[in-house]
């Protein structure tokens, strides 16, 4: 298995809500990271688990808690979100120097 | 100065036709550096990584040049499929928690 898998592909929420995003990879890689794209942009870096422990957080609002509950799942808790954190939430994973990172395909998130 | 610069483009060019993408890091303690493709609303998927000797895969050649902080992706032959963003990446730390900085991407149109 050498793929980053997301759930949902895509979300639709509203500033009250609470959702979760959730990736999974079964690669054995030990670095698991959030990223955030908006549109024509590149990715930005949210968090870092470096063996499930949170090693990086890019000064990130409080409205967006990452989990990792194990060394193959990475969760991103969603709450209160504004309009303007609607974009790609990539997930990705890595296992060591040298190597690139593997991407899963993204969930698609609007605030309404 | 950015960490990782990249020219926007667009490179609009033929099919059949050779093409070069230049990016220069800012980080000379840099470690590694890929260059990944990114087609519209999907994730970034790694092309290929760079190394100091140059490498190449079938159509596509990279090279690194450390004393300059450059790299470069070279596209022989242009396919229309390789219509894309290409992003140039630069691995600036070592250690298990890596954090790839990513450069805005060069889009690339290959025409008919």
């Known amino acids: 298995d050498t793929e980053v898998t997301q759930t949902p592909k895509h979300l639709v929420m509203g500033m009250t809500n609470k959702k979760s995003l959730k990736c999974e990879q079964h690669?054995?890689?030990?670095?698991m990271y959030w990223y955030k794209q908006k549109a024509k942009k590149p990715p930005e870096l949210m968090f870092v688990?470096?063996?499930?422990?949170?090693?990086i957080n890019e000064s990130v609002p409080s409205r967006f808690s990452p989990e990792c509950p194990n060394s193959s799942l990475l969760n991103l808790h969603l709450h209160a979100l504004q309009p303007e954190d609607s974009a790609l939430y990539l997930c990705?994973?890595?296992?060591?120097?040298?190597?690139?990172?593997?991407f899963g395909s993204g969930t698609r998130l609007t605030v309404v | 100065r950015k960490e990782v610069e990249q020219d926007p483009g667009p490179f609009n060019v033929p099919e059949g036709a050779t093409v070069a993408f230049n990016c220069t890091y800012s980080?000379?303690?840099?470690?590694?550096f890929f260059w990944y493709r990114q087609d519209c609303r999907k994730e970034p998927k790694l092309l290929m990584s760079?190394?100091?000797s140059g490498n190449e895969d079938g159509r596509f050649t990279a090279q690194l040049n450390r004393a300059s902080q450059y790299i470069s992706l070279l596209i022989r032959d242009s396919k229309l499929s390789d219509s894309a963003t290409y992003l140039c990446?630069?691995?600036?730390?070592?250690?298990?928690?890596?954090?790839?900085?990513f450069g805005s991407g060069t889009q690339l149109t290959v025409l008919p």
């Open positions: 688990y470096s063996y499930e422990k949170l090693s």
């Open positions: 990705a994973s890595s296992q060591g120097d040298n190597y690139g990172y593997t």
């Open positions: 980080n000379s303690a840099s470690q590694s």
């Open positions: 690669m054995g890689h030990r670095a």
């Open positions: 990446v630069v691995n600036p730390a070592r250690g298990s928690a890596r954090q790839l900085t």
């Open positions: 760079v190394y100091s």
